[in-house]
């Protein structure tokens, strides 16, 4: 519209001007040979690509927005999605060691049982405890890290004793049917907050664990450098896609869809081990184990 109105208003003055110099006697030649006729064609060129820049502008803005709200949009399905998938796990999560609980103390309650039985019913459900305790801890952990104000409290962690603890405790729990093996040299030492740094360790493990089969190897290697240490988790488990590899660390994200999904978590675990590693001056990389499986790479930095 406004490159008509500027075409309009060039052609009726043209129009004009020509009336007016055969009037006075004068030839067309002459009057496009005009200063005045120079000037106002190239005010019409000058008005035309002005307008073709504004209207390219305004093209091109709009299909950034285009683009942008569709963006918006899709990562807002997505984490909806995430966000009802973590429901429903975390639903899962809760109703099974409860339902667990429930059934181990109605059994002790109503049967007359054997030491050895009532022991094992108590294992049971000790583990159950266990598991809801760490599900909650996990929840409220990364509640408090999405928070703006959240800090941690930075003392010399004795990160060789700490692996050692934590690795033990876990190969104990699944050794039956993983292969669990361990390089961690002695005294090595970072700056830190040990409880929360515990649960990047634990939660580690407890993936290789749950994306492992019977049999897998799992590995924690501890390696000094010169001012830093690299910590890596190895197992010879199903992997990750590749296409998943820059996902896992969300919130909410887990591998995989609801159909096909069969590990056991609520999404948290590698966003609360990413967290805690950005908390403590780190990096994490997520790597392939060769033919199969998968190796978290945690580099901090030495305590001085």
Do not use: W
Request: hydrophobic residues 40%; proline residues 2%.
């Amino acid at each position: 519209m406004l490159h008509n109105n500027n075409r309009t208003n060039f052609e009726t003055l043209v129009q004009r001007e020509m009336l007016v110099y055969q009037y006075n006697g004068r030839t067309l030649d002459e009057y496009y040979a005009s200063d005045y006729y120079q000037q106002l064609n190239a005010d019409y060129r000058r008005k035309t690509s002005m307008l073709a820049l504004e209207g390219l502008i305004f093209v091109t803005l709009l299909v950034i927005s285009f683009i942008r709200i569709r963006n918006t949009f899709r990562e807002e399905i997505a984490l909806t999605r995430q966000q009802n998938n973590f429901l429903l796990s975390i639903t899962h999560e809760l109703k099974s060691p409860l339902a667990s609980l429930k059934l181990s103390m109605q059994t002790m309650e109503r049967a007359q049982l054997e030491p050895s039985r009532i022991k094992r019913l108590t294992e049971i459900s000790l583990d159950d405890i266990n598991r809801l305790e760490a599900l909650v801890e996990n929840i409220l952990l990364a509640s408090k890290m999405d928070g703006s104000d959240y800090a941690i409290s930075k003392e010399p962690i004795n990160l060789s004793a700490l692996c050692s603890d934590i690795f033990g405790k876990v190969a104990d729990k699944f050794g039956k049917d993983r292969t669990f093996s361990s390089s961690i040299p002695g005294d090595i030492y970072i700056l830190g907050d040990k409880l929360i740094f515990s649960s990047a360790i634990y939660n580690l493990l407890e993936n290789a664990v749950k994306y492992s089969r019977s049999g897998d190897s799992i590995a924690l290697e501890v390696i000094p450098q010169k001012a830093e240490v690299i910590i890596q988790v190895k197992d010879t488990g199903i992997g990750i896609p590749d296409a998943e590899k820059s996902k896992v660390f969300d919130r909410f994200y887990r591998v995989g869809n609801e159909d096909t999904r069969t590990t056991k978590g609520t999404g948290l675990g590698l966003y609360i081990v990413k967290q805690v590693v950005h908390f403590h001056g780190g990096t994490i990389q997520l790597k392939n184990n060769g033919a199969s499986g998968s190796v978290f790479s945690i580099k901090l930095p030495l305590s001085s």
